[in-house]
């Protein structure tokens, strides 16, 4: 069964660095585009960034371009996104998704369970 | 940006049928897609492409997308529906979602 598994969340100091990663498994990691998705406590779904399979397509969200920064290992069946000059408002859960092969507009058909990132 | 717009909450009662809207301009010229998510849960997938339906999601989960705006609409609605639910679209490039709405079946 499909699974994605976020690590690396945890408390931040405002400034500081965090990378988080993504486990895949029970697929071929490598035949799929990939989202991260963040939510803040008590609000709503915010995108954040998009992959392509060989990493030739990425994309930002206006709010983390020049902070953020998304990558693959293929080998490894893992998702990271580098996250650097974090700001107190960045604190969320931060989902990896999963854009499904049969959409066309970056949909996510799975959903990691999330880890939490503190910045404080 | 592109925006999306959904009302913050719904309410419906057991057995009817809820109609949760989400606006954007020229939304029925691009595709849509619908999300629910239960407290303290990860969002599932509930609808793709406007209309069509994930597997292992109920039928009376369906989607319309005309004009401006979208619909996700659960007929029979249960307690179990009872969830956040957002909606998403792609702009320039982009994934969007809608700020998300609160359905209550009271």
């Known amino acids: 069964q499909v699974q994605l598994v976020e690590s690396g969340g945890g408390l931040v100091k405002p400034g500081g660095s965090l990378r988080l990663s993504c486990a895949a498994s029970?697929?071929?990691?490598?035949?799929?585009?990939m989202n991260w998705v963040r939510q803040a406590p008590g609000k709503g779904l915010e995108w954040l960034a998009y992959?392509?399979?060989?990493?030739?397509?990425?994309h930002y969200a206006d709010s983390v371009k020049g902070r953020f920064s998304v990558s693959r290992d293929n080998a490894k069946n893992t998702l990271y996104l580098q996250m650097n000059s974090l700001r107190v408002e960045d604190t969320a859960v931060y989902y990896c998704?999963?854009?499904?092969?049969?959409?066309?507009?970056?949909?996510?058909?799975?959903w990691g369970q999330g880890t939490l990132v503190t910045v404080s | 940006s592109y925006e999306l717009t959904q009302p913050h909450s719904v309410s419906v009662s057991p057995g009817q049928t809820a109609s949760i809207p989400c606006s954007g301009d020229?939304?029925?010229?691009?595709?849509a897609c619908w999300y629910q998510q239960k407290p303290g849960q990860s969002p599932v997938m509930v609808v793709y492409?406007?209309?069509k339906r994930p597997s292992g999601i109920p039928e009376r989960f369906s989607g319309s997308n005309s004009g401006n705006t979208a619909t996700l609409t659960i007929s029979g609605t249960q307690a179990m529906d009872e969830a956040d639910y957002y909606c998403?679209?792609?702009?320039?490039?982009?994934?969007?979602f809608g700020g998300g709405t609160r359905l209550t079946v009271l």
């Open positions: 998704a999963r854009v499904c092969d049969y959409c066309s507009s970056g949909e996510s058909d799975y």
């Open positions: 029970g697929f071929t990691f490598s035949d799929y585009y």
């Open positions: 992959i392509s399979r060989g990493s030739t397509t990425i």
């Open positions: 020229n939304l029925g010229h691009k595709e």
């Open positions: 492409q406007n209309n």
């Open positions: 998403q679209a792609w702009d320039s490039s982009t994934v969007v």
